[in-house]
Nanobody, 126 residues
Framework: QVQLVQSGGGLVQPGASLRISCEAS????????VGWFRQAPGKVRGFVAG????????LYEDSVKGRFTASRDNTKNTLVLEMSNLKPEDTAEYYC???????????????????WGQGTQVTVSS
């Protein structure tokens, strides 16, 4: 098992930048592919970004491509999502997640991930 603890988030104005992070503990971190998901009120939890086990592959949802940067550091057991040019549509609770995976694959479905952070709220409003 791996435990994921998130930090960051908050209330920002449109166009602002924000950094959220996730720290992993427990099992060896590098055996997991990781992802970021978000869920707004009344909407299904959806994929934001994913990274393969070594970080060799990165995948972004179209609406955040060019604005969000996801990274992982397996020596520090950390995940970081850097968000820029934030829009009101980005308002949601954000979750980091981990999935057992072979090789350098990435999963985009919520059901594929076994372990989840507690979530952190990102609100973009003027």
């Amino acid at each position: 098992q791996v435990q994921l603890v998130q930090s960051g988030g908050g209330l920002v104005q449109p166009g602002a930048s924000l950094r959220i992070s996730c720290e992993a503990s427990g099992d060896t971190f590098s055996q997991y592919a990781v992802g970021w998901f978000r869920q707004a009120p009344g909407k299904v939890r959806g994929f934001v970004a994913g990274l393969s086990r070594r970080g060799d592959k990165i995948l972004y949802e179209d609406s955040v491509k060019g604005r969000f940067t996801a990274s992982r550091d397996n020596t520090k057991n950390t995940l970081v999502l850097e968000m820029s040019n934030l829009k009101p549509e980005d308002t949601a609770e954000y979750y980091c997640a981990a999935a057992t995976m072979d090789g350098e694959a990435i999963a985009v479905l919520v059901s594929r991930y076994q372990y989840w952070g507690q979530g952190t709220q990102v609100t973009v409003s003027s």
